[in-house]
């Protein structure tokens, strides 16, 4: 899938491109982004290189979406946000940061609400979920605001920074989204 631009009022998605790199390094050397994700810690120059090209590669095998997240009003690359599909099931994970200085602008939502659109319309999913860490209610309102419900709190389920947390998972199916769509009598 080539060339796709999702199209916000506040921002645009497109897949990452080599020149990313600096902005994600800068970005997500943050020690918040660091304590709700996954990005190395510290964060080493390369390891952004290493990202932008492993997930361009898994675009070009359709095998997960990455999408740099683009303020129009700044024309700044403000985060990522990537849609990793579980084969078989019909249904992907989603992961996502925000770069500190572009929070509270309603990039998050904006750019989930894409995201799943993109998901249901375009690859034809059927369930699509997201999880934050217990601590992160930020992540939690994003989900919500979004339209994804709350399913249940995963224990202790992901093991980070030398310790276990508990995820909290939300969930959209086709059916919840379809219904969303409906036209409002
Ligand atoms: C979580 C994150 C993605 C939010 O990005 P954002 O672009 O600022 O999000 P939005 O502006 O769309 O929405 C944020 C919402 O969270 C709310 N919020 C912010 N801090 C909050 C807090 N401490 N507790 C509860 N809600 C909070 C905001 O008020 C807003 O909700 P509202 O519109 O109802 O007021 C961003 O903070 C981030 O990248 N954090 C670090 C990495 C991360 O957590 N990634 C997600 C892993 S699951």
Redesign the pocket.
């Known amino acids: 899938m080539k060339d796709l631009v999702l199209q916000g009022e506040a921002l645009f998605m497109r897949p990452l491109e080599t020149r990313d790199a600096a902005d994600i390094l800068a970005l997500a050397r943050a020690k918040?982004?660091a304590?709700?994700?996954f990005v190395p810690s510290p964060y080493p120059p390369e390891a952004a290189d290493e990202f932008v090209r492993t997930r361009r590669e898994l675009w070009s095998k359709d095998e997960a979406y990455v999408f740099g997240i683009i303020e129009k009003r700044s024309d700044c690359f403000a985060?990522c946000m990537g849609l990793h599909p579980v084969q078989d099931h019909f249904r992907a994970e989603v992961?996502?940061?925000?770069?500190?200085p572009?929070?509270?602008?309603?990039?998050?939502?904006?750019a989930l609400r894409l995201l799943i659109e993109f998901g249901f319309e375009t690859l034809k999913l059927n369930r699509i979920e997201?999880?934050?860490?217990a601590s992160?209610?930020?992540?939690?309102?994003?989900m919500q605001?979004a339209n994804m419900s709350f399913e249940a709190v995963r224990r202790q389920a992901f093991w980070h920074r030398d310790r276990f947390k508990d995820a909290h998972w939300y969930a959209i199916l086709r059916e919840d989204y379809e219904r969303q769509c409906l036209p409002k009598k």
Do not use: M, P
């Open positions: 918040e982004i304590d709700n994700t985060g992961g996502y940061w925000i770069g500190k572009f929070w509270g602008r309603g990039l998050a939502t904006t997201a999880g934050h860490f992160n209610t930020a992540s939690g309102r994003v605001k």
